[in-house]
């Protein structure tokens, strides 16, 4: 049976049941919190994580995979002690973000893509921040900037890590400038398996060319970032999945909100002035109705919503 890491330890893949396919306990500005930790409250983060996390497994969900990577603020402690009093089989990962999408530090800028892999290996095979929590996957992504220099040689090291080892990956993309597309002549030119591939954030767009011209290459796609109405509106999100489902793609689609518990980015009144919506069990409220009623089926939902998970993590 294959396995998947969680926090708690490997799980049989048949255990992982409903899954948010792309959440956040915590995004932050890593420099930011290690030279000023005054300005954070790391009781208050936990406390929103546990409160996020415990909504939606009155949901009923059983998984959640949350792909905070290397400056995003990824935080194994905070990830055990949430699994610790939750419960939830809390999916972690490895990998590059890109300080605004476009440089590695320093450290990474002056030595080869071996030194990406060597640190992406360690925390999938030995394990996470001095943990043994080992990541389930590989994090990498390309926003607007495109594939920078650096950009380059995070993703060639995400290709080589699962390459090596079998593990998946997990793109961020940004659908408006087609990166899918660009990220998967990457991973194609490093010859990784697109099944082991997920191109995330690909439901912020409604351009089903672009999507089917994405999805003919063979990853998953990501329709997760519900409750982010200020870069595509439910509605169109909503009418997106139907038509796709339609189509016949709805083993090939992941159903999240990429929401974050705490996120740092922007002050806290800001964001529940700009998307009010965006929490861990939006998609009961604004989308899965609305679904139903758009004809998606209940083993479709399933589908999106456990076995494309499943599928990704052990392809
Ligand atoms: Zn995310």
Redesign the pocket.
């Known amino acids: 049976m294959p396995q998947i890491e969680t926090v708690a330890g490997p799980i049989d893949d048949a255990q992982l049941g409903l899954t948010l396919a ?1 959440e ?1 306990l915590v995004t932050s500005s890593e420099s930011v919190r290690a030279q000023f930790p005054h300005l954070y409250d790391p009781a208050d983060e936990e406390r929103r994580a546990l409160e996020q996390v415990r909504n939606a497994m009155e949901k009923g969900v059983k998984t959640i995979v949350d ?1 905070a990577c290397m400056d995003i603020g990824r935080d194994v402690g905070l990830a055990q002690r949430v699994v610790e009093q939750t419960g939830i089989q809390l999916v972690m990962c490895t990998g590059i973000y890109g300080a605004r999408y476009t440089f590695v530090p320093w450290y990474f800028q002056n030595r080869e893509v071996d030194a990406m892999v060597a640190a992406f290996r360690h925390d999938l095979e030995e394990g996470i921040q001095g943990t043994d929590v080992k990541a389930a996957f590989v994090k990498c992504a390309v926003d607007e900037p495109g594939v920078t220099e650096d950009v380059e040689k995070v993703l060639r090291a995400a290709a080589q890590t699962s390459l090596a080892t079998g593990a998946p990956i997990m793109a ?1 993309s940004h659908p408006a400038t087609r990166r899918g597309l660009e990220i998967m002549d990457v991973f194609d030119d490093e010859g990784v398996d697109p099944r082991k591939v997920q191109i ?1 954030h690909t439901g912020d767009t409604d351009d089903l060319d672009y999507i089917e011209e994405l999805l003919a290459r063979g990853p998953w796609i990501g329709m997760d970032r519900y409750g982010l109405d200020i870069i595509l509106p439910t509605e169109q999100r909503n009418a997106t999945v139907i038509e796709l489902c339609r189509r016949g793609y709805a083993d090939r689609m992941t159903l999240s909100q ?1 929401a974050c518990a705490f996120i740092d980015w922007f002050p806290q009144e800001m964001i529940a002035q700009m998307v009010p919506n965006w929490h861990f069990t939006f998609l009961w409220e604004g989308v899965l109705p609305a679904l139903r009623e758009g004809g998606v089926t209940d083993a479709q939902i399933d589908t999106m919503m456990e076995s494309n998970s499943r599928g990704w993590l052990t392809a």
């Open positions: 792309h956040h792909p961020h995330a990429d």
